[in-house]
């Protein structure tokens, strides 16, 4: 229950996280951060290069 108020009411926490692009569509990116995960691009905030490795920054919740 705690969690649907946090997401009615919270703010959004923004994080940047360590990716493997698997595969790019128009739409989304399949990354692997532990698990396979999609991702639509709408919900990226920044993409960065950081010593070879790709970084996103998008809401905490999206990973979960």
């Given at each position: 229950m705690?969690?649907?108020i946090k997401l009615?009411?919270?703010k959004s926490e923004y994080i940047w996280?360590?990716?493997r692009i698997i595969?790019?569509?128009?739409k989304a990116?399949?990354?692997?951060?532990r698990r396979k995960v999609w991702i639509a691009k709408s919900q990226i905030a920044k993409i960065?290069?950081?010593k070879g490795v790709f970084?996103?920054?998008i809401r905490e919740d999206i990973l979960r």
């Amino acid at each position: 229950m705690l969690w649907i108020i946090k997401l009615l009411f919270g703010k959004s926490e923004y994080i940047w996280v360590q990716v493997r692009i698997i595969h790019e569509t128009d739409k989304a990116i399949l990354v692997d951060h532990r698990r396979k995960v999609w991702i639509a691009k709408s919900q990226i905030a920044k993409i960065r290069l950081r010593k070879g490795v790709f970084e996103v920054y998008i809401r905490e919740d999206i990973l979960r």
